[in-house]
């Protein structure tokens, strides 16, 4: 081997910057898993013989027991134009500049060569995942670089899997899906042959990385349009109007929900009945009337109306009666409007009292963070944004959920590309604390501006034209052959949920109070929402403990 070429098995909690050092990456040597987690860790590489500017590597090897079970990513930088507001002081992010983050995974195919770089520090993303088919044991896996018949470089990681399973997931988490951007960035038809392979394929990668409940659009949604603008129409369910009659035909509905069931999908989460905040109009809604296709709701329509009115008895009764038969109305969460404000008080009241009575026993959940909107009894799930939490929580308000967004820049857990990984993952520990039922997030695959005015690259533009720092707008990268590419910020999120599940175990073991002196017994400061130890050296010695008390009860 060329002592040279430098390699190291690194924690999934760092970022390699090209410019940063080997050694400044904590090495590990050891890591522990259940057998049916998902574990990633990372191997950074760098090349420090000047001279030579570039060196390939034609072969990345894996010996291991476990080598049908590990994928390998190479980490690449995205270009971040936009990676935090101008104001933020905060200094809990990793730079605050325009520039090359890492956070893009693209997959190592075979027979890939990737390059080390003189000077430049990279690294590969390994994701092993045993799926139960392993017992309790150590596993070394050991990673090496060649260029044809000479070794570069190796690196091995121990690896034990703990003779015990996770539990399945409680924690409801969904990533809102819009159908119409994958429609509009592939350019292609919507719900033509197509595109019902990608939307495929992207739930398929949302449910792999802990998406449990889909955003699914019988109307197209009335999210990120200003007033008067559209977004492009991906309503699943077809409205005729004849002779002053409503009827409904759900064949592209029963299209999406087999998707959904075949991925174990366990909610389906109807889109906003109404706009976004205020409450005040009906979404785009289209329809054949009397043989011919046009618009008959909309910005123009008073969303309190009786026209509007009437059509949603009808609409929603129909859409019951179809979702009874189908077996999955149980599996059903509603939306009214999103983020109204206490002075939308009186608007939301009325769209509720429209829809109350046909959707009787079934959840609705929106996003708020006025309390005192949620005491008067309009929302029976608010969903409060982690920075307005903390009255929500306070107030015993039971199932509670939460959600980010770009309001959460200073202090609070978030996923900004911009953000340390440990940011990002301790909010499993959060939410864990705080017994929180449900996790929303608005974008897993938002490819549009802000106010959908256009597609965006998401390579060139993953801001939404300065829309949102980096991190927010979407999870995925979309690849040319219609399959989704995962981030770094959306599988350590994916970690973080399985911290929970793996607390959840240690409770089953011994308690929640043991599992909260785990978490908080060696802290200064009780973790909060907006207080937490921001080192990755945290989390990662405390699942190591959570590890070894839940295998010393094996």
């Known amino acids: 081997m060329n002592e040279s070429f430098k390699i190291r098995f ?41 001279a030579l500017t570039m060196k390939n ?37 990793l730079r605050k500049k325009p520039g090359l983050y890492p956070d893009l995974l693209r997959p190592l195919t075979y027979n890939h060569s990737i390059a080390y770089i003189y000077n430049n520090l990279s690294a590969l993303w390994l994701d092993i995942k045993p799926e139960s088919n392993f017992g309790a044991g150590v596993y070394p896996i050991t990673v090496s670089f060649w260029d044809k018949e000479e070794l570069l470089a190796s690196a091995t990681l121990d690896v034990e899997i703990i003779g015990a399973d996770l539990p399945e997931q409680e924690l409801i988490y969904t990533q809102w899906f819009h159908a119409d951007c994958l429609s509009s960035y592939y350019d292609i038809p919507v719900y033509g042959e197509k595109h019902w392979q990608i939307i495929d394929n992207y739930i398929k990668s949302a449910v792999e990385g802990g998406v449990n409940m889909i955003l699914t659009p019988v109307l197209t949604p009335p999210l990120d349009t200003m007033e008067g603008g559209e977004r492009p129409t991906c309503q699943l369910v077809e409205v005729f109007l004849n002779n002053g009659e409503y009827s409904f035909e759900f064949s592209k509905l029963d299209r999406w929900i087999d998707i959904l069931l075949k991925y174990n999908v366990k909610y389906i989460e109807i889109c906003h009945l109404f706009t976004q905040w205020g409450c005040a109009h009906a979404p785009k809604v289209m329809a054949t009337v009397d043989g011919e296709y046009k618009r008959i709701f909309g ?30 109305d149980k599996m ?91 940011r990002n ?27 959908s005015d256009s597609v965006i690259n998401p390579y060139q533009d993953p801001c939404g034209e300065y829309f949102v720092p980096a991190g927010d707008a979407f999870s995925v990268y979309p690849a040319v052959d219609g399959t989704p590419l995962n981030t770094i910020h959306f599988l350590v999120f994916k970690h973080a949920i399985e911290d929970i599940r793996a607390f959840k175990l240690c409770e089953s073991l011994y308690g929640k109070d043991y599992v909260m002196e785990l978490i908080e017994g060696d802290l200064k400061e009780k973790i909060k929402f907006d207080v937490y130890p921001k080192e990755a050296e945290y989390i990662l010695s405390l699942r190591n403990k959570i590890n070894n008390a839940v295998k010393a009860k094996l």
């Not at 609409?315 to 179809?322: E, N, S």
């Not at 929302?379 to 980010?404: G, H, M, S």
């Open 299 to 328: 910005w123009e329509t008073d969303a309190h109306g009786e026209e509007y009115g009437a059509f949603l008895n009808k609409f929603l009764t129909a859409l019951l009666a179809f979702l009874r038969d189908k077996g999955v």
């Open 10 to 50: 690194i924690s999934a909690l760092e970022k390699c910057f090209k410019d940063e050092k080997i050694e400044s990456k904590p090495e590990i040597k050891s890591i522990s898993m259940f057998k049916n987690e998902h574990l990633s860790v990372q191997l950074a590489y760098t090349y420090t013989d000047p």
């Open 425 to 451: 993952r301790i909010m499993g520990v959060q939410m864990y604390k705080y017994d929180i039922f449900g996790f929303l997030h608005w974008g897993f695959n938002f490819y549009y501006n802000q106010f």
């Open 57 to 93: 590597i034609n072969e990345v090897k894996i010996d291991s027991p476990l080598k049908d079970y590990i994928t390998i990513s190479v980490v690449e930088e995205v270009n971040v134009p936009f990676p935090i507001y101008h104001n933020v002081t905060d200094e809990n992010y």
């Open 332 to 422: 059903c969460w509603f939306h009214i409007s999103d983020e109204p404000h206490i002075e939308h008080l009186d608007n939301y009241l009325n769209a509720k009292k429209q829809i109350q009575n046909v959707l009787e026993g079934y959840p609705i959940l929106d996003a708020l963070s006025n309390l005192d909107f949620y005491k008067t009894g309009a929302v029976d799930n608010p969903v409060p944004a982690n920075k307005f939490i903390e009255p929500f929580l306070e107030a015993k308000v039971p199932n509670l959920w939460t959600y980010y967004c770009c309001s959460s820049t200073t202090d609070f857990s978030n996923r900004f590309v911009a953000m340390p990984s440990a």
